[in-house]
């Protein structure tokens, strides 16, 4: 009896400690997101720039993380001649995004939001469903304000610099791209797949040297895979320079109404490889 008891202690003690070693990789892998506090003084920076210059109403903000902040200074040109404002705070993550709506995205009443986030989720090691999670939670927030707000999601974009993390980051795509499928109001916008070579890694000339962040050639890769979605869809009559633009056209001939819109936004050149600050 005694032998038998003590090798059913055994089995038991066994059994526990399979358990509980069993469940230690998920706890030593769980991540939680960062305080959101810590962008505040960009938040206030943006807000002090609202009461000297306040944006116009029924535009299409712009948010996201360094990705979208380092594309402020040509977003606007490209995205002509749709009214844009800029948002991106660099380091911010889909939480980070949730957290600051309220002030950077709803009180500007947008006609659309473009998001890019989920970068820095998934190098932060927040696993793809978090992700998504967060992702249903700000369309949620902006919807409640703004129920007509069409909301347009920037792939997760492939890197040199976090490779390794690529099929998190195509899992967390793939299940937002489910997600934007099922609301007419979402849409995808696959930006990642021409940043990727012919084996399918991503391309070696549209980085800085840190291997994560874009230089000019990156964003034209943006610019054109955005920009015919947004027209689609956005190009409205209350922007002003497509007022301008819709009037030209009923009256004059189309040499005309080109050279109108070059003095307006002048066409980029694409460049075979961008250097400098973008």
Same mark, same amino acid.
């Given at each position: 009896?005694?032998?038998?008891?003590?090798?059913?202690?055994?089995?038991?003690?066994?059994?526990?400690?399979?358990?509980?070693?069993?469940?230690?990789?998920?706890?030593?892998?769980?991540?939680?997101?960062?305080?959101?506090?810590?962008?505040?003084?960009?938040?206030?920076?943006?807000?002090?720039?609202?009461?000297?210059?306040?944006?116009?109403?029924?535009?299409?903000?712009?948010?996201?993380?360094?990705?979208?902040?380092?594309?402020?200074?040509? +977003?606007?040109?490209?995205? =002509?001649?749709?009214?844009?404002?800029?948002?991106?705070?660099?380091? @911010?993550? %889909?939480? !980070? *995004?949730?957290?600051?709506?309220?002030?950077?995205?709803?009180?500007?009443?947008?006609?659309?939001?473009?998001?890019?986030?989920?970068?820095?989720?998934?190098?932060?090691?927040?696993?793809p469903e978090i992700i998504v999670g967060k992702f249903h939670a700000l369309v949620g927030k902006i919807h409640r304000h703004l129920?007509?707000?069409?909301?347009?999601?920037?792939?997760?974009?492939?890197?040199?610099?976090?490779?390794?993390?690529?099929?998190?980051?195509?899992?967390?795509?793939?299940? +937002?791209?489910?997600?934007? =499928?099922?609301?007419?109001?979402?849409?995808?916008?696959?930006?990642? @797949?021409? %940043?990727? !070579? *012919?084996?399918?890694?991503?391309?070696?000339?549209?980085?800085?040297?840190?291997?994560?962040?874009?230089?000019?050639?990156?964003?034209?890769?943006?610019?054109?895979?955005?920009?015919?979605?947004?027209?689609?869809?956005?190009?409205?009559?209350?922007?002003?320079?497509?007022?301008?633009?819709?009037?030209?056209?009923?009256?004059?001939?189309?040499?005309?109404?080109?050279?109108?819109?070059?003095?307006?936004?002048?066409?980029?050149?694409?460049?075979?490889?961008?250097?400098?600050?973008?």
């Amino acid at each position: 009896m005694t032998r038998a008891v003590a090798a059913l202690q055994i089995l038991l003690l066994g059994i526990i400690q399979a358990t509980c070693f069993a469940q230690e990789p998920a706890v030593a892998t769980a991540k939680a997101y960062g305080d959101p506090l810590r962008f505040e003084k960009a938040i206030e920076n943006f807000e002090i720039g609202d009461l000297e210059q306040p944006p116009p109403q029924n535009a299409i903000v712009c948010i996201g993380s360094s990705s979208m902040r380092m594309w402020h200074s040509k +977003i606007e040109d490209d995205l =002509a001649p749709l009214t844009i404002i800029a948002r991106g705070f660099g380091g @911010s993550n %889909m939480n !980070d *995004a949730l957290h600051y709506a309220d002030r950077i995205v709803i009180p500007y009443k947008p006609r659309a939001v473009v998001i890019y986030e989920g970068d820095n989720d998934v190098a932060q090691g927040i696993a793809p469903e978090i992700i998504v999670g967060k992702f249903h939670a700000l369309v949620g927030k902006i919807h409640r304000h703004l129920p007509e707000a069409r909301i347009y999601f920037l792939a997760i974009k492939p890197s040199i610099r976090r490779w390794k993390l690529w099929p998190k980051m195509m899992k967390a795509n793939d299940l +937002i791209a489910e997600a934007c =499928a099922k609301d007419k109001q979402l849409t995808f916008v696959d930006v990642a @797949s021409g %940043m990727l !070579d *012919a084996t399918g890694r991503p391309r070696k000339d549209i980085f800085y040297k840190d291997n994560l962040h874009m230089i000019r050639s990156g964003y034209i890769i943006w610019r054109d895979a955005l920009k015919p979605v947004l027209i689609k869809a956005e190009f409205h009559s209350s922007d002003q320079r497509c007022r301008h633009i819709r009037r030209l056209t009923r009256c004059c001939t189309p040499v005309v109404v080109a050279s109108y819109e070059h003095r307006l936004w002048p066409k980029q050149e694409v460049p075979l490889k961008a250097e400098g600050p973008v």
